[in-house]
């Protein structure tokens, strides 16, 4: 029973607590309305008792004026209570006392004393005067009322040294003039609360206090007008500390504007000029011997050294490690001179609101980072105080050294020095802010009308060897922007810090160029010779338009393997040099300096692509014949002999086939293009190599954005990953292609050739005027044309080695050869096939119904004249070529030779082909060049381009490279198959509709 009510009271519990929420009102002090103030022990806003108001912190309620305080322990009970009708509350907030000097009525207080002196309610030791009154006690000597005090003050020293020795006697207020006791008279002047002779201040000229801000917004600054001439003249006439920061701040509000003081003998002054000249009549005294830097001023700017000096200094002998924590001191004073603080925390020179995990990564040495983000106008004015920034680089626990500043607004007489790229132009400062919502304002308490804040900030620094560093220097640059409207307060601006890290990598750059040099030249010989071999076979041996087209062609091709060569040289060597360092000795080039690997790279991309297309183009154009060795069956001797004799009686079939087959082979891969791009997608994106092409100098494969800094991708980093896998995966897949496939499953042009021969069909090839390719196919067993039963006997015998070789020679295996056949050759050749392929006429097409009106021919054939005379033309080729290859032609004969070493290497023929023909034993199946499986390595170059190229311009989007490479590779195939069938259609009297 016990047990029961235990769950019922816990079940009961249950839904009351579910009923109540949890939820809080947010509420800040601000938010709390008139009269009620923030109770931060519940978080919520309390409305104040009767006679009560918010008190000045909004965290109590206070009594209203004209009301003591009558009970307060400092808790949520305050009692107040009415004073009497001519009275007003104590100082201390617990009496009504009377007024000295007359109640204010509307405000319930006592007016105040005015130049009588301070309003006291108690004497000394603490009784109050007689009849509760108030009284009012004059200021007497060198003491005036301080009226936010209530108390008198000494006067400032200024005023008392003036009027020292006057008629008058010591006085606390700046006369106009003083007249002394020896009669002789000082002007005088006030400037911000302090009494000047007038000799002592500078003039008040025109535009003292005008600012030019950027881009073309002025303002009469309130500021300026206020502490300009007071800071000048304390400065220098009694180095007061505070003051001399103070003109120093206006002077960096103001951009170091120093053309007033390089003007010698113009009257019109400034901050700047006014600093610079109290500076040079410094002699001594300077901080540590930097003759820039009076130890009583701020260091605004390096004028006694070179800046050239100054940045290549070699005075920092610290050695950083790779991805060390740099640390920085910075000093910070307020815009009125006063000292700030001293500060390690080098995040508040970044706006952008950035995890601690990436702004971690910030400043450790040699991680070039970067963020970037947008903010409110607004926040400058209202979230930042003015402050101004000495920045100095701690080298190790006991130094520290000075960064300098580069203000890219400086502007002198007209120009932005600090914008050329020439660094002796460059004006070095010292000091900097982030944000001035001071200099903008036109009154005191008016909102600023203009605000300047810099936009970028990039801490770059220069790598000597060996780990050594150049002066860091600190580039700013600033933007003024006019805020005078309130609805400015919500534009978005773009807002950037960065570290950048540079090194003279001049010596990479001249290996480059060295070997792009030797390589180039090496390469144009190569393509010379090419040229000259070309043309050879052309059986050209002078120079014309076509020969320096077609050198201009090679040359394209040489370069862009040197080219691509070189690159992969150098991209490898940063991806592996730059990510593993310990000592930072090698840094990525930047900007300028990664330009000549750009053009590099963009140069060998068209230089390649012109080559394919020109590849693809002459693999179109060849003269190719199928020779039919096929002879019409001797069996039927009853038969007509005429009819019998005639070749139309052999079968056209085969031929039809293995011009098929020859279609098929034109367009068959090693590796194909589309796999491989997919696999290196796969490493890529999945495995995560593209990790590798970023800035950080970080070796991972996998990275988690939220927590981890991710630099920005580095095209010679990307350049030398892409590279890597492709060429790493080509030659995997090419090894397994033709180590394993071809040789275990399938070798396709093996099988073709091996198709020839029981075909009885052989493939003669002409690429150039003089030189070809010739596919030997005659069958073993002389004929071909069979029926399945012989067949399987032709098999059974080849299986047991009864019959002869297939090589075109006896005893030999070999049926590939190139040949270089002579001009008469050629000549005859030309004269079969012009007739064949009606060169003159318009071409046939299937879908043009022949006429067959035309019966004319004795032999009762029913074809037009000229489709006969091509198929008379084709029997005549057939009958030529075959006994050319027989040596049946006297002055057409041919030796078989082998080619030497060098006339492999360079493509060419030493001999030339005058009065016999050169059959040239071809082991390595050359004649594939024509095909698109022996130009592999140029496609493969060209669309490795082409996807670094892609994915350049798309902004490292590899997935679209992958495409748009696939569709070019499509496109490729298509065309050299279509243009392919159309060649061989022409060339060979296969009709199209066969080729399928
Ligand atoms: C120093 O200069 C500042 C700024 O002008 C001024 O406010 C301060 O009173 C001066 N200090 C003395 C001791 O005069
Ligand atoms: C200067 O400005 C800072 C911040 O605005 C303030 O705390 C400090 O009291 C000021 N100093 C003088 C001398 O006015």
């Not at 060569?565 to 360092?581: A, D, E, M, N």
């Amino acid at each position: 029973m016990m047990y029961c009510t235990d769950v019922l009271l816990i079940f009961l519990i249950g839904i009351l607590n579910s009923a109540t929420s949890i939820k809080l009102p947010y509420r800040v002090p601000k938010s709390c309305g008139d009269n009620e103030f923030f109770q931060h022990s519940s978080l919520e806003c309390i409305s104040c008792g009767t006679n009560q108001k918010t008190g000045s912190d909004l965290l109590t309620c206070v009594c209203e004026n004209g009301h003591k305080t009558s009970l307060n322990y400092g808790g949520p009970k305050l009692e107040c209570s009415k004073c009497g009708l001519n009275e007003a509350v104590a100082s201390d907030g617990w009496n009504c006392i009377k007024c000295a000097n007359g109640l204010d009525k509307e405000k319930k207080t006592c007016k105040p004393c005015g130049n009588k002196g301070v309003a006291v309610d108690r004497s000394e030791n603490g009784s109050f005067y007689s009849d509760k009154k108030q009284t009012c006690l004059a200021c007497t000597a060198d003491t005036s009322v301080l009226s936010s005090h209530r108390i008198c003050r000494r006067c400032h020293q200024n005023v008392l040294e003036l009027t020292k020795d006057s008629r008058n006697g010591v006085s606390c207020v700046c006369p106009e003039k003083i007249i002394k006791k020896d009669g002789s008279v000082v002007e005088t002047s006030e400037a911000d609360g302090i009494c000047f002779q007038q000799k002592n201040l500078i003039n008040d000229v025109a535009n003292l206090y005008t600012i030019r801000y950027s881009n073309f917004l002025t303002i009469e600054s309130f500021f300026f007008r206020q502490h300009l001439r007071a800071a000048q003249a304390m400065c220098i006439l009694h180095q007061n500390y505070t003051a001399c920061q103070l003109l120093g701040n206006l002077c960096v509000m103001y951009m170091y504007n120093e053309d007033n003081y390089e003007q010698s003998g113009t009257s019109r002054t400034d901050a700047c000029k006014e600093f610079l000249l109290i500076v040079s009549q410094y002699t001594k005294l300077f901080v540590r011997n930097l003759k820039d830097w009076p130890s009583t001023m701020p260091w605004l700017y390096y004028k006694v050294e070179s800046t050239v000096l100054a940045l290549d200094k070699t005075d920092i002998f610290h050695k950083f490690q790779r991805r060390q924590e740099l640390r920085f001191v910075i000093v910070s004073y307020f815009a009125n001179g006063t000292f700030d603080a001293i500060s390690e925390d080098a995040s508040i020179l970044q706006f952008c609101p950035t995890p601690q995990t990436l702004t971690s990564y910030a400043f450790q040495f040699s991680t070039p980072y970067q963020s970037k983000c947008q903010v409110k106008l607004g926040d400058f004015s209202k979230k930042h105080t003015t402050r101004f920034f000495d920045l100095y680089l701690r080298i190790d626990d006991q130094t520290m050294y000075p960064i300098p500043v580069l203000v890219d607004n400086i502007q002198l007489l007209g120009t932005n020095v600090n914008q050329l790229s020439d660094r002796h132009y460059w004006r070095l400062t010292k000091r900097f802010f982030l944000v001035d919502n001071i200099s903008g304002k036109s009154s005191e308490n008016s909102r600023p009308q203009i605000i300047q804040y810099a936009e970028q900030l990039e801490l770059n620094i220069r790598l000597r060897e060996d780990g050594l560093i150049y002066p860091p220097l600190l580039k700013v640059k600033y933007k003024a922007a006019d805020v005078s409207n309130v609805l400015s307060d919500n534009d978005d601006v773009s807002v950037s810090f960065k570290m950048s890290y540079e090194m003279n990598i001049d010596n990479i750059f001249r290996d480059i160029q060295i070997a792009v040099g030797v390589l180039s030249v090496i390469g144009i010989m190569y393509a010379s010779i090419r040229t000259f071999s070309y043309r050879k076979r052309d059986g050209v041996q002078v120079i014309d338009c076509t020969s320096i087209f077609i050198f201009l062609v090679y040359v394209c091709c040489a370069l862009a393997i040197v080219f691509f060569l070189v690159l992969i040289g150098v991209s490898l060597q940063w991806l592996f040099f730059y990510k593993q360092q310990a000592t930072v000795i090698r840094l990525l080039p930047v900007g300028a300096q990664e330009g000549i690997i750009k053009s590099l790279f963009i140069a060998s991309f068209f230089m390649m692509g012109v080559y394919v297309l020109f590849l693809l183009y002459s693999q179109i154009d060849i003269d190719i014949f199928f020779i039919d060795w096929e002879r019409p069956r001797t069996v039927n001797r009853v038969m007509d002999e005429e009819q019998n004799r005639s070749p139309q009686s052999v079968s056209i079939m085969r031929t039809l086939f293995v011009a098929n087959e020859w279609r098929e082979v034109q367009t068959t891969r090693k590796i194909n293009p589309v796999l491989l791009i997919i696999i290196l997608l796969f490493f890529m994106k999945v495995v995560g190599f593209e990790n590798w092409s970023t800035t950080d100098p970080l070796n991972r494969l996998s990275v988690d954005p939220s927590k981890d800094y991710i630099g920005e991708i580095n095209f010679t980093l990307r350049f030398g990953v892409i590279s890597l896998l492709f060429v790493l995966i080509a030659v995997v897949l090419w090894i397994l292609f033709s180590l394993i496939y071809e040789r275990f499953i399938g070798d396709s042009i093996g099988d073709f050739i091996d198709f020839c021969s029981m075909s009885n069909i052989s493939i003669f090839i002409l690429t150039h005027k003089q030189f070809g390719y010739y596919l030997h196919g005659l069958s073993v067993h002389g004929r071909a044309d069979t029926s399945l039963h012989e067949l399987y006997e032709q098999f059974q015998r080849e299986e047991e080695n009864l019959c002869g070789k297939r090589g075109l020679e006896p005893n030999s295996e070999l049926q590939v050869f190139e040949m270089a056949v002579t001009r008469r050759f050629r000549e005859e050749y030309d004269k079969i096939l012009n007739l064949m392929i009606n060169r003159d006429a318009p071409n046939m097409r299937r879908d043009h119904p022949v006429p067959v009106a035309r019966q004319n021919k004795a032999n009762g054939s029913n074809l037009p004249a000229r489709l006969e005379s091509s198929v008379n033309a084709y029997h005549m080729m057939n009958r030529f070529l075959s006994a050319f290859i027989e040596h049946s032609i006297r002055d057409n004969n041919y030796i078989v030779k082998d080619k030497v070493f060098s006339e492999k290497l360079f493509k060419n023929e030493l001999l030339t082909p005058f009065e016999n023909s050169f059959f040239y034993n071809d082991e390595h199946r050359s004649f594939t060049s024509i095909l698109m499986y022996g130009q592999e390595f140029t496609f493969l170059v060209f669309y490795l381009f082409l996807f670094i190229m892609v994915d350049w311009l798309s902004n490292w989007n590899c997935i679209l490279a992958a495409v748009v490479v696939y569709f070019v590779d499509v496109i490729f195939v298509t065309a050299r198959d279509y243009f392919g069938k159309r060649n061989l259609a022409n060339k060979t009297m296969v009709n199209e509709r066969f080729l399928i």
